[in-house]
């Protein structure tokens, strides 16, 4: 193949290439790999059952040829059939039950943790729901999947017509005054194959039903394959066809919601496996140009909610402490993933000197990108996506970061919102989640104005409705209005903010009910789920990977004065005593000692001592400023487990937590 120098010449091939490659897969694997149907519900049906059903339709049919007697021996004869079919069932369940926990008990007594929890995972997390056939009042599959279709097509246009135009003139403008790019990455069959390794397996495949392990056991011949193909996409900056096309599948939001109603649903978009490769390979060399703003807290390594989170805590503290009030805006931005100008981004990223030759290739991918709906086997029509990030996308998350990093750097130029010595702390990110602090309302709605007006170029549509205000240092002000989009915002006593749910007024506080109601409504499904017959060991397994997450989600950040923590500690005491079912009145310790699991209390505090020392060494200027602040309280925290330094390591903190528990349970 040519080194890229012809006039598209080859971009034909290209796509004949592509498609020779995905059905030599395809062919393969048909070929070598039997197909195995399995019974998702009722896995334990047997012959013996069949049997009976069978005699059961036949005595049933006698007995209604001969006029449905409700006694006689005709009748008898029916309802023993009927009994036995029933007992039968109930034992062929019993029994699978039996065995279902034995092997659990099995992997779990191993500690092979993959087959434990592949096992409980096919057992009781395969979608039980039934789908809808009724959707907006359309009835049948294929009229849901156009309904749905429908749906789809308007979430991938942009907010204002014709809005991106402006944009495709300011890129070719761009692409005047930059120079062509000479420079052309090789991919070698190493880096093909460890970008390989990093694809997660066990996925839905896409269009094309070629999946990971596709590519993973497709041998040598493959890897070279591939490499010849991606080698000549780049040197084209052309990518085939059908690496733009994905399916949508409708996924429900919230298992309890209406299913009949389209809002209810969100689209999870399946992508072509060897498109996911590529991306991953151009991640690998032009993913640290796509880096942004120190207080965009999401899709960075070693950087989650949490950050984001003790971000936004310290900042208020640090102000309430001052005897100041903070203003927080938190700012709601409607499907902004999907509406991101296409052209937009370009100019985005030609203007902060992104190699050009990845702004073509990103730029003829977009211009192909289309997307069908498949709803129960059913495929709706393929319609064209007008804007956004590609959905699932590797690269998507980075693209939509650097389409809203010039916004934290406007906010952060203006010079309102507020400031910690000489570090502006005046805005928090996490994705598209963006939370705006000031210590005045005047410098709140300055920042506001900001974010209206780069949502107006940019096409961002910011929800007034759905953003809110609060107050931390005191209470929310009277008679202030604060405007977003020149529609008033509400001011909010609670909030939620990334999972938690915050409680404005003179202290930061946060509000555990729905953790909590998550956690009993997580224990109970678990314990019934499980049933009587269980290992208690092994209950206590489930229940600390399951439900224990839910109660603790966010603990790095709890103020511990102010959140009840010996409440806490009831419920999960109250949680071992009912897996173990002992006394109430019993000392649990002895108990939580022999299954070396910590009290609640003690667990929160290994949590924020770990969280504090990542911060501590963190590459982010802000989180380590902000970890400065809280030195001594961590010290205190950590003097409570008998730990001198700060500079501790996970070993000593978990033996320090460990031994300090050992010494209070009372034997
Ligand atoms: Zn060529």
Request: net charge positive; hydrophobic share 40%.
């Amino acid at each position: 193949m040519c080194n890229g120098s012809c006039q598209n010449g080859c971009v034909e091939s290209i796509d004949r290439y592509y498609n020779s490659i995905v059905q030599c897969l395809i062919s393969a694997s048909n070929s070598c790999i039997p197909v195995k149907k399995f019974r998702s519900k009722k896995h334990w049906w047997n012959d013996e059952l069949d049997d009976l059903k069978n005699n059961l339709i036949a005595a049933t049919t006698f007995w209604r040829s001969v006029g449905c007697p409700r006694s006689g021996a005709v009748n008898d004869n029916r309802l023993q059939w009927k009994y036995r079919y029933k007992l039968a069932i109930k034992q062929a369940e019993r029994n699978a039950n039996q065995a279902f926990n034995e092997e659990l008990f099995e992997y779990f007594s191993a500690k092979d943790d993959d087959a434990f929890w592949q096992a409980w995972r096919k057992r009781y997390c395969s979608s039980s729901l039934k789908t809808t056939s009724n959707l907006n009042g359309k009835q049948g599959d294929v009229n849901v999947c156009n309904e749905f279709t429908e749906e789809f097509r308007t979430v991938f246009q942009t907010n204002t017509v014709n809005s991106d135009c402006i944009f495709e003139e300011e890129f070719l403008k761009l692409t005047e005054l930059v120079s062509d790019d000479t420079s052309c990455p090789k991919i070698d069959i190493e880096l093909c194959q460890r970008c390989i390794h990093k694809m997660k397996l066990n996925k839905s495949p896409g269009f094309d039903n070629v999946s990971t392990e596709h590519l993973l056991y497709g041998g040598g011949d493959l890897y070279v394959h591939l490499c010849l193909l991606f080698n000549t996409m780049v040197q084209h900056c052309y990518v085939p066809e059908k690496f733009g096309h994905g399916l949508i599948v409708p996924l429900l939001k919230d298992k309890q919601g209406n299913q009949s109603r389209s809002d209810m649903y969100r689209g999870v978009t399946l992508s072509p496996t060897i498109a996911k490769l590529f991306e991953y390979i151009l991640m690998e060399f032009y993913g640290d140009q796509l880096s942004s703003d120190v207080r965009q807290f999401g899709f960075k390594k070693h950087s989650g909610c949490c950050h984001a989170l003790f971000t936004f805590k310290e900042t208020t503290k640090y102000f309430i402490k001052k005897g100041s009030k903070v203003y927080c805006a938190f700012i709601d931005a409607s499907k902004a993933f999907d509406k991101v100008l296409h052209n937009g981004l370009f100019v985005k990223l030609l203007k902060r000197n992104v190699s050009v030759r990845f702004v073509y290739i990103l730029r003829n991918w977009y211009s192909k990108l289309s997307a069908s709906v498949i709803w129960n086997g059913v495929i709706g029509p393929v319609f064209p996506i007008h804007c956004g990030v590609r959905q699932g996308g590797i690269l998507s998350p980075l693209l939509f970061s650097v389409y809203i990093d010039d916004l934290l750097n406007d906010l952060h130029n203006s010079g309102y919102g507020v400031y910690i010595g000489s570090l502006f702390a005046g805005v928090i990110a996490y994705a598209d989640d963006i939370c705006i602090l000031s210590c005045s309302c005047y410098g709140l709605q300055k920042l506001l104005d900001i974010c209206s007006a780069y949502g107006q170029k940019w096409d961002i549509r910011f929800n007034p409705v759905k953003s809110q205000l609060m107050t931390f240092g005191g209470s929310n002000p009277d008679n202030t209005t604060v405007y977003l989009d020149k529609k008033v915002v509400q001011w909010c006593t609670k909030v939620k903010y990334l999972g938690l749910y915050l409680i404005g007024g003179a202290d930061f506080k946060i509000d555990l009910t729905a953790a909590k109601r998550k956690y009993y409504g997580c224990f109970n499904t678990i314990m019934s789920v499980v049933g009587n017959q269980v290992n208690e060991i092994m209950a206590l397994h489930l229940v600390k990977s399951y439900c224990l997450p839910q109660l603790m989600y966010g603990c790095e950040i709890w103020p511990l004065n102010s959140v009840n923590i010996h409440e806490i500690d009831i419920i999960w005491n109250n949680g071992f005593r009912r897996i173990f079912n002992c006394c109430w009145r019993e000392s649990v310790k002895p108990l939580q000692f022999y299954c070396r699991t910590l009290p609640i209390s003690y667990l929160i505090g290994e949590r924020q001592l770990l969280f504090y020392r990542r911060l501590l060494c963190s590459d982010n200027i802000v989180l380590r400023t902000l970890a400065g602040l809280v030195r001594f309280e961590m010290l205190g925290i950590a003097a409570k487990y008998d730990i001198k330094s700060i500079y501790f390591s996970t070993a000593t903190v978990k033996n320090a937590v460990w031994s300090s528990f050992v010494n209070v349970v009372k034997f």
